[in-house]
């Protein structure tokens, strides 16, 4: 059975920093696209940022510049840095892994950006 763990989300104040973590097991995660996807209330989901196996990445709109994804293929990690939070960047964020024709998701963490 395929597990994402995420961890690392909290409570920060606006223009403050977070770092989000995925533990994926049970995966050839060398060979498997992560992604960071996000909820906010009443909102669907949304992609956040994607890495694909070679490291290539890409972001939406919204966060460029402010997040950066990158992956540990050593310890099947993925991160996504969030600085300079907003409070729109309120959601739960959710690590997604894709490895055709599969699809896992995490079970979320939530980021609240608010003083």
Not at 83 to 94: E, F, H, I, R, S
Request: hydrophobic share 35%; glycine share 12%; charged share 15%.
């Amino acid at each position: 059975q395929v597990q994402l763990v995420e961890s690392g989300g909290g409570l920060v104040q606006p223009g403050g920093s977070l770092r989000l973590s995925c533990a994926a097991s049970r995966i050839a995660f060398g060979a498997t696209t992560m992604e960071w996807y996000r909820q906010a209330p009443g909102k669907e989901r949304t992609l956040v940022a994607h890495i694909g196996s070679g490291g290539d990445s890409n972001y939406a709109d919204s966060v460029k510049g402010r997040f950066t994804i990158s992956r540990d293929n050593a310890n099947n990690m993925v991160y996504l840095q969030m600085n300079n939070l907003k409070p729109g960047d309120t959601a739960v964020y959710y690590c997604h892994a894709r490895i055709w024709p599969l699809k896992y998701w995490g079970q979320g963490t939530q980021v609240t950006v608010s003083s």
